[in-house]
T-cell receptor
Framework: DTGVSQNPRHKITKRGQNVTFRCDPI?????LYWYRQTLGQGPEFLTY????????KSRLLSDRFSAERPKGSFSTLEIQRTEQGDSAMYLC????????????FGPGTRLLVL | QQPVQSPQAVILREGEDAVINCSSS?????VHWYRQKHGEAPVFLMI?????EQKGHEKISASFNEKKQQSSLYLTASQLSYSGTYFC??????????FGSGTKLNVKP
């Protein structure tokens, strides 16, 4: 399977703990996006990478959130000191190069903060 | 900046048609349409770029009116497999992308 993959698929954690999610994009895609989706809502943009550079970061992304894409391939999203309001599906998508190209989504990581 | 979708929900019988609308308050570079089934990731349907084009994919097509900053998704002769939540995504520059809150479509036999 050469699609976007995300790990883990599910994560249950206690409030105050740190969690890290991983996204592996489609290999030739140089753009990588992170979104958060809550029940009944559309995906909310969090941040975006072109290669290893983080070019845009939503105001939704508080200081507790950090994302990296160290070698321009896979990406990690870390949430520190999790809160119950962080419970959501975290989606990763990738696209190729330039313009408003199609974003292909991974299966998501569902986070539940107790 | 989030596009507005209408209607919020639609119930159809198999074979009936539906139209889902998406409008933005800001100038659009592109409109993307996705379908998401419960518990799954959004799946790409089509992309429309500046130029007012219309695209089709089997019995699903879409139009893009750049001047009105609107797009519409047309579902004809709906099938049970069309059920899901449809999202439009709007591109306003190369870095940001916004999704609407979705239109839930339920096709019944």
């Amino acid at each position: 399977d050469t699609g976007v993959s995300q790990n883990p698929r599910h994560k249950i954690t206690k409030r105050g703990q740190n969690v890290t999610f991983r996204c592996d994009p489609i290999s030739e895609h140089n753009r990588l996006y992170w979104y958060r989706q809550t029940l009944g809502q559309g995906p909310e943009f969090l941040t975006y990478f072109q290669n290893e550079a983080q070019l845009e970061k939503s105001r939704l992304l508080s200081d507790r959130f950090s994302a990296e894409r160290p070698k321009g391939s896979f990406s990690t999203l870390e949430i520190q000191r999790t809160e119950q309001g962080d419970s959501a599906m975290y989606l990763c998508a990738s696209s190729f190069r330039q313009g408003q190209e199609t974003q292909y989504f991974g299966p998501g990581t569902r986070l539940l903060v107790l | 900046q989030q596009p507005v979708q209408s209607p919020q929900a639609v119930i159809l019988r198999e074979g009936e048609d539906a139209v889902i609308n998406c409008s933005s308050s800001k100038a659009l570079y592109s409109v993307h349409w996705y379908r998401q089934k419960h518990g799954e990731a959004p799946v790409f349907l089509m992309i429309l770029l500046k130029g007012g084009e219309q695209k089709g994919h089997e019995k699903i097509s879409a139009s893009f009116n750049e001047k009105k900053q609107q797009s519409s998704l047309y579902l004809t002769a709906s099938q049970l497999s069309y059920s899901g939540t449809y999202f439009c995504g709007t591109g306003h520059n190369f870095n940001k992308f916004y999704f609407g809150s979705g239109t839930k479509l339920n096709v019944k036999p």
